[in-house]
């Protein structure tokens, strides 16, 4: 059974970097049989992507965040992880993980981490 | 880029049918097939309902049907149940190998 589970800090400091890692069981992200991608949901407001990382190291990222964004894999702990830069109060919201059901970024996110919420506070 | 464009809610009740639209551009929804819904209850994790415009999940109720027109996507409920009430979230491929979701929408059953 697929199952995603985050792990990171729930408060940052402004200006300093968000770190969130998503381990993978029940699948090996190393099977190169799916994308893998970080959402986000500010509070009161919709589902943001923000990229996609596939076992090889590529990566895909929303326009906006790319210069503050860096997705990475380590496939021989089977997760993978966000890092985003110079955080600000607009950056707080609940952050989530989740699967491309298949290996490219046309597909949609069939199995999602149970959501971290991060702050971004002094 | 710009959000696709959800009503911001929208109701009925129970038994009737209700559909939601998602308009995007030429860029994205109305470039490629590859439009996915996703049902948000609070506190839960989003769940796929509807991916590549029509095709369903395995053991994702045929109440939810999805379709496409041009530029706008639609999400259209069927005997609507208590239990669907919630947020309603359109998510596309784009032009620039990147995905975009919808604004979204919420749906109360009345």
């Known amino acids: 059974q697929l199952q995603l589970q985050q792990s990171g800090p729930g408060l940052v400091k402004p200006s300093e970097t968000l770190s969130l890692t998503c381990t993978v069981s029940?699948?090996?992200?190393?099977?190169?049989?799916?994308?893998w991608g970080w959402i986000r949901q500010p509070p009161g407001k919709g589902l943001e992507w923000i990229g996609t990382?596939?076992?090889?190291?590529?990566?895909y990222y929303d326009p906006s965040l790319e210069s503050r964004v860096t997705i990475s894999v380590d496939t021989s702990k089977n997760q993978f992880s966000l890092n985003l830069s110079s955080v600000i109060a607009a950056d707080t919201a609940v952050y989530y993980c989740?699967?491309?059901?298949?290996?490219?970024?046309?597909?949609?996110?069939?199995?999602w981490g149970q959501g971290t919420l991060v702050t971004v506070s002094s | 880029q710009s959000a696709l464009t959800q009503p911001a809610s929208v109701s009925g009740s129970p038994g009737q049918s209700i559909t939601i639209s998602c308009t995007g551009t030429?860029?994205?929804?109305?470039?490629?097939?590859?439009v996915s819904w996703y049902q948000h209850h609070p506190g839960k994790a989003p769940k796929l309902i509807i991916y590549?415009?029509?095709n369903r999940p395995s053991g994702v109720s045929n109440r939810f049907s999805g379709s496409k027109s041009a530029n706008t996507a639609s999400l259209t409920v069927s005997g609507l149940q208590a239990e669907d009430e919630g947020d309603y979230y359109c998510?596309?491929?784009?032009?620039?190998?990147?995905?975009?979701f919808g604004g979204g929408t919420k749906l109360t059953v009345l």
């Open positions: 989740a699967r491309q059901m298949c290996s490219s970024n046309t597909c949609p996110f069939d199995f």
């Open positions: 029940g699948d090996s992200i190393s099977s190169g049989s799916y994308y």
């Open positions: 990382i596939y076992y090889s190291g590529t990566t």
């Open positions: 030429t860029s994205d929804i109305g470039g490629y097939d590859y």
């Open positions: 590549n415009v029509s």
């Open positions: 998510l596309s491929f784009t032009r620039s190998y990147t995905l975009i």
